[in-house]
Protein backbone atom coordinates (compact mmCIF):
# COMPACT_ATOMS: atom_id res chain seq x y z
CA UNK A 1 0.00 0.00 0.00
CA UNK A 2 2.95 2.27 0.75
CA UNK A 3 4.47 1.22 -2.91
CA UNK A 4 4.76 4.87 -4.81
CA UNK A 5 6.85 5.44 -7.57
CA UNK A 6 6.09 8.45 -8.91
CA UNK A 7 5.89 10.42 -5.67
CA UNK A 8 9.48 8.84 -4.92
CA UNK A 9 10.65 9.95 -8.42
CA UNK A 10 9.91 13.15 -7.62
CA UNK A 11 11.02 13.63 -4.26
CA UNK A 12 14.21 11.97 -6.13
CA UNK A 13 14.36 14.82 -8.45
CA UNK A 14 13.54 17.59 -6.10
CA UNK A 15 17.00 16.17 -3.92
CA UNK A 16 18.89 16.40 -6.89
CA UNK A 17 18.02 19.11 -7.85
CA UNK A 18 19.10 20.38 -3.80
CA UNK A 19 22.17 18.77 -4.39
CA UNK A 20 23.43 19.91 -7.06
CA UNK A 21 22.29 23.68 -6.90
CA UNK A 22 22.54 23.97 -3.76
CA UNK A 23 24.76 21.72 -1.68
CA UNK A 24 27.88 21.42 -4.69
CA UNK A 25 27.29 24.72 -5.84
CA UNK A 26 27.54 26.41 -2.16
CA UNK A 27 30.64 23.93 -1.56
CA UNK A 28 32.53 24.50 -4.94
CA UNK A 29 35.67 27.03 -3.18
CA UNK A 30 36.44 23.91 -1.00
CA UNK A 31 36.17 21.53 -4.00
CA UNK A 32 38.52 23.49 -6.15
CA UNK A 33 40.95 24.75 -3.62
CA UNK A 34 44.45 23.41 -4.01
CA UNK A 35 45.58 20.61 -2.80
CA UNK A 36 46.65 19.92 0.70
CA UNK A 37 47.01 16.52 2.32
CA UNK A 38 46.19 18.71 5.92
CA UNK A 39 43.36 20.15 4.37
CA UNK A 40 41.05 18.72 6.70
CA UNK A 41 37.51 20.71 5.28
CA UNK A 42 38.32 20.12 1.57
CA UNK A 43 38.33 16.07 2.37
CA UNK A 44 35.10 16.16 4.82
CA UNK A 45 33.65 17.97 1.65
CA UNK A 46 34.44 15.03 -0.96
CA UNK A 47 33.61 12.00 1.50
CA UNK A 48 30.51 13.60 2.40
CA UNK A 49 29.94 14.14 -1.51
CA UNK A 50 31.04 10.59 -2.13
CA UNK A 51 28.44 9.17 0.58
CA UNK A 52 25.57 10.87 -0.57
CA UNK A 53 26.31 9.98 -3.81
CA UNK A 54 26.59 6.25 -3.55
CA UNK A 55 24.01 5.72 -1.28
CA UNK A 56 21.72 7.55 -3.79
CA UNK A 57 22.65 5.23 -6.53
CA UNK A 58 20.91 2.50 -4.03
CA UNK A 59 18.24 4.09 -3.77
CA UNK A 60 17.66 4.89 -7.00
CA UNK A 61 18.85 1.43 -8.19
CA UNK A 62 15.39 -0.25 -8.26
CA UNK A 63 14.05 2.57 -10.37
CA UNK A 64 17.11 3.52 -12.88
CA UNK A 65 19.67 0.47 -12.96
CA UNK A 66 21.82 0.44 -15.71
CA UNK A 67 22.45 4.62 -14.98
CA UNK A 68 22.80 3.64 -11.26
CA UNK A 69 24.95 0.69 -11.94
CA UNK A 70 27.64 2.55 -14.17
CA UNK A 71 27.84 5.66 -11.22
CA UNK A 72 28.23 2.73 -8.41
CA UNK A 73 30.93 0.89 -10.60
CA UNK A 74 32.66 4.51 -11.22
CA UNK A 75 32.06 5.33 -7.68
CA UNK A 76 32.79 2.34 -5.72
CA UNK A 77 34.99 0.38 -7.72
CA UNK A 78 36.66 2.66 -9.88
CA UNK A 79 35.78 0.78 -13.01
CA UNK A 80 34.63 2.18 -16.24
CA UNK A 81 31.45 0.38 -17.65
CA UNK A 82 32.48 1.32 -21.64
CA UNK A 83 35.98 -0.17 -21.04
CA UNK A 84 38.61 2.63 -20.76
CA UNK A 85 40.29 3.40 -17.48
CA UNK A 86 38.91 0.04 -16.26
CA UNK A 87 40.92 -2.32 -13.37
CA UNK A 88 39.67 -6.09 -12.85
CA UNK A 89 36.97 -6.67 -10.76
CA UNK A 90 37.06 -7.50 -7.30
CA UNK A 91 34.32 -9.39 -4.95
CA UNK A 92 33.99 -6.33 -3.04
CA UNK A 93 35.35 -2.42 -2.88
CA UNK A 94 38.39 -1.57 -1.28
CA UNK A 95 36.57 1.30 0.39
CA UNK A 96 34.71 -0.80 2.99
CA UNK A 97 32.27 0.27 6.01
CA UNK A 98 31.69 3.73 3.83
CA UNK A 99 28.32 4.75 2.58
CA UNK A 100 26.89 3.95 5.86
CA UNK A 101 27.13 0.22 4.47
CA UNK A 102 28.62 -2.19 7.36
CA UNK A 103 31.24 -4.20 5.77
CA UNK A 104 32.55 -4.54 2.52
CA UNK A 105 30.33 -2.62 -0.39
CA UNK A 106 29.68 -5.51 -3.22
CA UNK A 107 30.66 -5.75 -6.77
CA UNK A 108 27.57 -4.30 -8.12
CA UNK A 109 24.68 -1.95 -6.73
CA UNK A 110 21.93 -4.31 -7.48
CA UNK A 111 24.09 -6.81 -4.42
CA UNK A 112 23.97 -3.85 -1.90
CA UNK A 113 21.34 -3.64 0.89
CA UNK A 114 18.89 -1.15 0.17
CA UNK A 115 19.70 2.08 2.55
CA UNK A 116 17.29 2.56 5.68
CA UNK A 117 17.44 6.14 7.60
CA UNK A 118 19.44 7.16 10.26
CA UNK A 119 17.87 9.53 12.25
CA UNK A 120 20.55 10.19 14.85
CA UNK A 121 21.89 12.36 11.47
CA UNK A 122 18.83 14.66 11.42
CA UNK A 123 19.30 17.63 12.63
CA UNK A 124 15.77 19.81 12.91
CA UNK A 125 17.25 23.12 13.32
CA UNK A 126 19.54 23.01 10.73
CA UNK A 127 17.08 21.80 8.06
CA UNK A 128 14.85 24.50 9.42
CA UNK A 129 17.44 27.41 9.36
CA UNK A 130 18.50 25.92 5.56
CA UNK A 131 15.07 25.61 4.29
CA UNK A 132 14.23 29.19 5.40
CA UNK A 133 17.33 30.72 3.79
CA UNK A 134 16.14 28.61 0.69
CA UNK A 135 13.26 30.47 0.59
CA UNK A 136 14.72 33.85 0.66
CA UNK A 137 17.04 32.75 -2.08
CA UNK A 138 14.15 31.12 -4.26
CA UNK A 139 12.09 35.28 -3.58
CA UNK A 140 14.97 37.09 -3.99
CA UNK A 141 15.99 35.19 -7.42
CA UNK A 142 12.36 35.55 -8.64
CA UNK A 143 12.27 39.23 -7.96
CA UNK A 144 15.47 39.39 -10.00
CA UNK A 145 14.19 37.92 -12.56
CA UNK A 146 11.00 39.78 -12.85
CA UNK A 147 13.12 43.32 -12.40
CA UNK A 148 15.32 42.15 -15.08
CA UNK A 149 18.43 42.18 -12.18
CA UNK A 150 20.88 39.75 -13.52
CA UNK A 151 22.73 38.02 -10.31
CA UNK A 152 26.34 38.99 -11.46
CA UNK A 153 24.95 42.47 -10.64
CA UNK A 154 25.61 43.73 -7.24
CA UNK A 155 22.87 45.17 -4.92
CA UNK A 156 23.30 47.25 -1.75
CA UNK A 157 20.40 45.71 0.54
CA UNK A 158 17.46 43.27 1.24
CA UNK A 159 15.27 43.22 4.03
CA UNK A 160 13.24 40.42 5.44
CA UNK A 161 10.43 40.27 7.80
CA UNK A 162 8.28 36.84 9.02
CA UNK A 163 5.72 36.11 11.06
CA UNK A 164 7.54 33.09 13.38
CA UNK A 165 9.99 34.61 15.18
CA UNK A 166 12.14 31.33 14.87
CA UNK A 167 12.12 31.54 11.24
CA UNK A 168 13.29 35.06 11.22
CA UNK A 169 16.05 34.03 13.09
CA UNK A 170 17.00 31.22 11.15
CA UNK A 171 17.25 33.40 8.37
CA UNK A 172 19.12 35.68 10.08
CA UNK A 173 21.61 33.21 11.13
CA UNK A 174 22.39 32.51 7.84
CA UNK A 175 22.08 35.80 6.53
CA UNK A 176 25.36 35.71 4.70
CA UNK A 177 24.59 32.73 2.94
CA UNK A 178 21.98 34.14 1.21
CA UNK A 179 24.16 36.98 0.63
CA UNK A 180 26.36 35.19 -1.49
CA UNK A 181 23.48 33.42 -3.48
CA UNK A 182 21.96 36.77 -4.36
CA UNK A 183 24.73 38.92 -4.77
CA UNK A 184 23.63 41.33 -2.50
CA UNK A 185 25.46 43.19 0.22
CA UNK A 186 23.75 44.00 2.76
CA UNK A 187 20.53 41.06 4.90
CA UNK A 188 18.44 42.94 7.05
CA UNK A 189 15.97 41.54 9.52
CA UNK A 190 13.07 44.09 9.85
CA UNK A 191 9.88 43.86 12.16
CA UNK A 192 7.86 44.25 9.09
CA UNK A 193 8.13 45.99 5.43
CA UNK A 194 4.86 48.33 6.22
CA UNK A 195 7.21 50.94 4.64
CA UNK A 196 8.10 49.45 1.83
CA UNK A 197 4.77 47.25 0.53
CA UNK A 198 1.40 48.29 0.79
CA UNK A 199 -1.38 45.05 0.27
CA UNK A 200 -5.10 45.43 -1.50
CA UNK A 201 -7.92 43.37 -1.00
CA UNK A 202 -11.06 42.97 -3.77
CA UNK A 203 -13.65 40.12 -3.30
CA UNK A 204 -13.60 37.80 -5.85
CA UNK A 205 -17.35 38.03 -7.28
CA UNK A 206 -16.90 34.85 -9.25
CA UNK A 207 -16.20 32.40 -6.19
CA UNK A 208 -18.05 34.72 -3.74
CA UNK A 209 -21.25 34.96 -5.19
CA UNK A 210 -22.80 31.71 -5.78
CA UNK A 211 -21.59 31.14 -1.65
CA UNK A 212 -23.13 34.66 -0.24
CA UNK A 213 -25.22 36.35 -2.93
CA UNK A 214 -26.88 38.63 -0.28
CA UNK A 215 -23.93 39.85 1.20
CA UNK A 216 -21.97 40.96 -2.32
CA UNK A 217 -22.43 44.48 -1.29
CA UNK A 218 -20.81 44.30 2.06
CA UNK A 219 -18.28 42.30 0.47
CA UNK A 220 -17.77 45.18 -1.93
CA UNK A 221 -17.46 47.84 0.60
CA UNK A 222 -16.40 46.22 4.11
CA UNK A 223 -14.01 43.42 2.87
CA UNK A 224 -11.32 45.73 1.68
CA UNK A 225 -11.57 48.06 4.70
CA UNK A 226 -10.42 44.56 6.56
CA UNK A 227 -6.87 45.24 5.21
CA UNK A 228 -3.83 43.13 5.80
CA UNK A 229 -3.85 43.21 9.25
CA UNK A 230 -6.64 40.97 9.00
CA UNK A 231 -6.51 39.36 5.50
CA UNK A 232 -2.85 38.90 5.51
CA UNK A 233 -3.54 34.97 6.15
CA UNK A 234 -5.11 34.88 2.71
CA UNK A 235 -2.06 36.35 1.09
CA UNK A 236 -0.23 33.54 2.85
CA UNK A 237 -2.17 30.42 1.61
CA UNK A 238 -4.11 30.18 4.63
CA UNK A 239 -8.27 29.91 4.76
CA UNK A 240 -10.02 32.44 7.01
CA UNK A 241 -13.29 33.05 8.86
CA UNK A 242 -14.49 36.95 9.27
CA UNK A 243 -17.54 38.61 10.37
CA UNK A 244 -19.36 40.76 8.02
CA UNK A 245 -22.97 42.27 8.74
CA UNK A 246 -23.02 39.69 11.61
CA UNK A 247 -22.97 37.24 9.36
CA UNK A 248 -19.76 34.71 9.27
CA UNK A 249 -17.96 34.38 5.95
CA UNK A 250 -14.87 31.37 5.13
CA UNK A 251 -12.56 33.11 2.67
CA UNK A 252 -9.75 31.36 0.98
CA UNK A 253 -7.11 32.44 -1.44
CA UNK A 254 -9.16 31.92 -4.24
CA UNK A 255 -11.94 34.37 -2.63
CA UNK A 256 -9.69 37.64 -3.00
CA UNK A 257 -8.19 39.44 -5.50
CA UNK A 258 -4.88 41.42 -3.74
CA UNK A 259 -3.16 44.06 -5.15
CA UNK A 260 0.78 45.19 -4.39
CA UNK A 261 1.76 48.72 -4.09
CA UNK A 262 5.98 49.21 -3.68
CA UNK A 263 7.64 51.72 -2.31
CA UNK A 264 10.21 53.36 -4.93
CA UNK A 265 13.23 51.86 -6.14
CA UNK A 266 12.12 48.60 -3.98
CA UNK A 267 10.88 45.05 -5.17
CA UNK A 268 9.00 42.92 -3.09
CA UNK A 269 7.62 39.58 -2.58
CA UNK A 270 5.99 37.09 -0.10
CA UNK A 271 5.60 33.48 0.88
CA UNK A 272 4.29 31.42 3.79
CA UNK A 273 4.69 34.41 6.19
CA UNK A 274 8.19 35.26 4.97
CA UNK A 275 8.35 39.01 3.16
CA UNK A 276 11.20 40.13 0.78
CA UNK A 277 12.34 43.38 -0.18
CA UNK A 278 15.30 44.04 -2.36
CA UNK A 279 16.33 47.48 -3.24
CA UNK A 280 16.98 48.03 -7.24
CA UNK A 281 19.42 51.45 -6.64
CA UNK A 282 22.73 50.69 -9.10
CA UNK A 283 25.11 53.49 -7.67
CA UNK A 284 28.15 53.75 -10.00
CA UNK A 285 29.83 51.67 -7.07
CA UNK A 286 27.68 49.10 -7.75
CA UNK A 287 27.65 48.89 -11.46
CA UNK A 288 31.54 48.61 -11.64
CA UNK A 289 31.63 45.67 -9.31
CA UNK A 290 28.60 44.04 -11.60
CA UNK A 291 31.13 44.38 -14.21
CA UNK A 292 34.16 43.06 -13.04
CA UNK A 293 32.01 39.74 -12.81
CA UNK A 294 30.71 40.03 -16.12
CA UNK A 295 34.97 40.59 -17.02
CA UNK A 296 35.58 37.43 -14.61
CA UNK A 297 33.28 35.44 -16.49
CA UNK A 298 34.55 36.60 -19.99
CA UNK A 299 38.26 35.72 -18.98
CA UNK A 300 37.27 32.36 -17.59
CA UNK A 301 34.99 31.47 -20.92
CA UNK A 302 39.18 32.37 -23.08
CA UNK A 303 41.02 30.25 -20.46
CA UNK A 304 38.16 26.86 -20.98
CA UNK A 305 38.16 27.59 -25.04
CA UNK A 306 41.90 27.65 -24.93
CA UNK A 307 41.66 24.22 -22.58
CA UNK A 308 43.78 25.92 -19.72
CA UNK A 309 44.23 23.75 -17.07
CA UNK A 310 42.82 25.01 -13.65
CA UNK A 311 46.45 25.88 -12.33
CA UNK A 312 47.99 27.26 -15.43
CA UNK A 313 48.89 31.19 -15.00
CA UNK A 314 47.78 33.87 -17.58
CA UNK A 315 48.26 37.44 -18.29
CA UNK A 316 44.97 39.33 -19.52
CA UNK A 317 44.59 42.24 -22.22
CA UNK A 318 41.67 44.05 -23.03
CA UNK A 319 40.99 47.01 -25.11
CA UNK A 320 37.71 49.51 -25.03
CA UNK A 321 36.78 52.90 -25.73
CA UNK A 322 34.83 53.01 -23.00
CA UNK A 323 36.75 54.72 -19.74
CA UNK A 324 34.64 52.97 -17.32
CA UNK A 325 35.76 49.55 -18.62
CA UNK A 326 39.33 51.45 -17.50
CA UNK A 327 37.98 52.49 -14.26
CA UNK A 328 36.33 49.00 -12.70
CA UNK A 329 39.69 47.62 -14.19
CA UNK A 330 41.75 49.98 -11.47
CA UNK A 331 39.04 49.51 -9.21
CA UNK A 332 37.98 45.77 -9.11
CA UNK A 333 41.63 44.55 -10.88
CA UNK A 334 42.75 42.12 -7.88
CA UNK A 335 39.67 40.88 -7.73
CA UNK A 336 40.04 39.97 -11.66
CA UNK A 337 43.02 38.67 -11.39
CA UNK A 338 42.63 36.17 -8.28
CA UNK A 339 39.11 34.52 -10.12
CA UNK A 340 41.39 34.09 -12.75
CA UNK A 341 44.89 33.24 -12.06
CA UNK A 342 46.07 36.21 -13.77
CA UNK A 343 49.69 37.85 -13.31
CA UNK A 344 48.34 41.29 -14.82
CA UNK A 345 45.66 43.29 -16.34
CA UNK A 346 46.87 45.42 -19.09
CA UNK A 347 45.11 47.95 -21.40
CA UNK A 348 45.72 47.93 -25.43
CA UNK A 349 45.12 50.75 -27.56
CA UNK A 350 44.40 48.07 -30.06
CA UNK A 351 43.51 44.73 -30.22
CA UNK A 352 44.06 41.61 -32.41
CA UNK A 353 41.52 41.39 -35.40
CA UNK A 354 40.31 38.14 -34.30
CA UNK A 355 39.33 38.89 -30.71
CA UNK A 356 35.70 38.98 -30.49
CA UNK A 357 33.50 41.75 -28.80
CA UNK A 358 31.90 40.76 -25.63
CA UNK A 359 29.51 42.90 -23.28
CA UNK A 360 31.02 43.76 -19.86
CA UNK A 361 27.74 45.73 -17.99
CA UNK A 362 26.65 48.08 -20.85
CA UNK A 363 30.00 48.15 -21.91
CA UNK A 364 31.56 47.05 -25.59
CA UNK A 365 35.29 45.27 -24.81
CA UNK A 366 37.65 43.11 -26.52
CA UNK A 367 39.86 40.76 -24.19
CA UNK A 368 42.23 37.96 -25.05
CA UNK A 369 44.33 36.11 -22.61
CA UNK A 370 48.29 34.72 -23.02
CA UNK A 371 49.08 31.71 -21.23
CA UNK A 372 52.30 32.03 -19.20
CA UNK A 373 55.43 29.31 -19.05
Known amino acids: SNYNAPAF ?17 RNRRRFWRSRDASDADKNAAYETL ?20 RMYQNL ?20 SGESGY ?21 DADLNLRMAAAQKVVRL ?37 VIGEELNIQRVVRADNLDTLVKYAYKPNLKTLGPKYGKLLNALRTKLPELGDAVLGPLRRGQNLTVELEGQTVDLTPNDVLVS ?13 GIQVAISTVLTPELIREGMSRDFVRQVQQLRKDANLNITDRIKVEYHSQDNTVQAMVAEWGDYIKGETLADGI ?22 WIVQLT
Do not use: M
Not at 50 to 69: H, Q
Not at 79 to 93: I, T, V
Not at 108 to 115: E, G, K, Q, R, T
Open 9 to 25: CAAAAQFIDDLSNWYIR
Open 50 to 69: YEVLVTLCRLLAPGIPFLTE
Open 76 to 95: VLGQDLLGSGSRENSDAAPN
Open 102 to 122: DGPLPCSVHLCDYPTVDTSLL
Open 140 to 176: GHKLREESNLRVRQPLAELRFASSSADTASAIEKLAD
Open 260 to 272: TEQAAEWVCADDA
Open 346 to 367: EFSVTSPAEVKTVSVGDSQVRI
